[in-house]
């Protein structure tokens, strides 16, 4: 069992955003309270876009996405064989993957292009994934198993474009955005990935959503961040290394979210990131 996460203030305060962002795209709920602290963020700067006629639709689109979210993402984990054998939501899977095909997200404001880019990113992944199931990793250098094989190189059509995973990411989401909650809301399928969430992304409620992705994983002691009090060592995933660009001050970063940290921690180490697949299955997987 995880080892229960010492409870702060931050943590109480956002309980309610916790549980709102988990039902985000099955209302159309407005935009409620975001941190004070990533309002400074330029990525989050002071401005209500108004939504624009395309935004509805799209999700609308979400929201049905959000279903079969529900439905197989079970604490964060994919019930992936199950979903196979149910031929109706496999195919609204197909179905999703194939409207974003064919949907250009240049006519929706920036959350709901934001949104839309998150959403695509975690669909293809899930795509590809039922199609190669069963599989162990998507990281075939990591644990070699054979169904992994390009992976990540591997192209969709999305927006219209034909792009590899690697490339939504690296191209389009980190630099069009510049918003390094982003990191905690795309799920690459495995184990130390921020977790899945089990709903998509809409416009109306991203920044609570993404507020609530990122500290639920900074309070995530697996495989977001643990800090020893005896020694001041702030224990962090791999992520805060391979994009240390994307959150500047790393310590500054984690500290705007747990503000009980500020001025204690010392020394900064990584946690080994765990490649096996994010399937939720009765049998625990054996040890790397």
Not at 73 to 81: A, D, I, Q, W
Not at 129 to 143: A, D, G, I, K, Q
Not at 176 to 195: E, L, Q, W, Y
Not at 241 to 249: I, N, T, V
Request: aromatic share 10%.
């Amino acid at each position: 069992m995880r080892e229960p996460v010492n409870a702060h203030p931050l943590v109480f305060w956002l309980s309610p955003l916790l549980l709102l962002a988990g039902q985000a795209c099955q209302s159309a709920a407005g935009p409620g309270p975001h941190l004070q602290s990533d309002r400074s963020h330029p990525a989050a700067a002071s401005r209500e876009p108004q939504a624009s006629p395309a935004d509805a639709p799209a999700d609308e689109r979400h929201r049905a996405f959000g279903r079969l979210l529900r439905t197989y993402v079970v604490e964060g984990k994919v019930r992936y064989e199950s979903w196979l054998r149910s031929p109706g939501d496999r195919a609204a899977l197909r179905d999703y993957v194939q409207w974003l095909a064919g949907t250009s997200p240049k006519s929706l404001d920036e959350p709901s292009r934001k949104a839309f880019w998150i959403n695509a990113y975690n669909a293809l992944t899930l795509n590809s994934v039922l199609e190669r199931y069963p599989l162990t990793s998507v990281n075939f250098n990591e644990l070699k198993d054979p169904g992994a094989r390009g992976f990540w190189e591997t192209p969709a059509v999305v927006g219209g474009q034909s792009l590899t995973l690697n490339q939504i990411e690296a191209t389009i989401l980190r630099p069009t955005f510049n918003d390094p909650r982003i990191h905690f809301a795309i799920n690459c399928a495995s184990n130390g990935c921020p977790v899945l969430a089990a709903d998509a992304y809409c416009r109306d409620t991203l920044d609570q959503q993404l507020d609530a992705r990122t500290v639920a994983f900074l309070n995530d002691p697996a495989r977001g961040a643990h800090f020893d009090e005896k020694t001041g060592t702030l224990t962090v995933s791999m992520i805060f290394q391979w994009y240390a660009a994307d959150f500047g001050d790393v310590t500054a970063f984690i500290t705007r979210y747990r503000p009980e940290l500020t001025g204690k921690v010392k020394a900064m180490a990584f946690l080994p990131y765990d490649w096996r697949l994010n399937d939720f299955s009765p049998a625990p997987n054996p040890d790397p």
